[in-house]
């Protein structure tokens, strides 16, 4: 595959994920996962000491499914807006079918009365599969640089 059409599709990928979540389209944003998918968020200290405890780890699409319905209907919290910054991804290897890609975020979230705040920052670490003619996350590890989250993180990073 071309490398600048392969960067292109996952810039495109990037792009499209964080325009669904920003507007709440959380239906859709399990769509961009394979069946098989892994979503981890975990703090940049656990994750360097390869530490398996992770804020939220969800395994498959039936744990997608549950945390739309909990997003949408179920956790209690003060409703906010989000805003993602993403970098261009970096691709690190393609093998196997498999893309290994790898982008800095940061996230702003605002409330109707409160100023706006940087709630998270760190970087994805994912791993890409072709599904027909689009990109997939077949596993994407949210790794935050803090060691502490404000509140809770309810909607995805």
């Known amino acids: 595959m071309d490398d600048v059409k392969l960067q292109l599709e996952v810039q495109n990928l990037y792009s499209d994920y964080v325009f669904c979540v920003d507007n709440t389209k959380f239906e859709k944003w399990r769509g961009f996962f394979t069946d098989d998918c892994v979503y981890r968020i975990v ?7 390869q530490n398996p405890m992770s804020t939220l780890k969800l395994e498959g699409q039936a744990m997608m499914i549950d945390r ?7 956790i209690m919290h003060v409703p906010y807006y989000q805003r993602h910054i993403v970098s261009p991804p970096r691709i ?36 890409l599969v072709k599904a027909g003619e689009t990109l997939k996350i077949k596993e994407r590890v949210c790794v935050f640089d803090g060691d502490l989250v404000p509140n809770s993180i309810v909607y995805p990073l």
């Open 43 to 49: 703090s940049r200290e656990n994750f360097d000491a």
């Open 92 to 127: 690190h290897r393609v093998e196997n079918n498999m893309i290994h890609a790898e982008a800095n975020y940061v996230v702003v979230r605002s409330r109707d009365d409160t100023f706006s705040e940087v709630f998270n920052t760190g970087r994805y670490l994912d791993v």
């Open 68 to 74: 739309v319905h909990g997003m949408n209907d179920t």
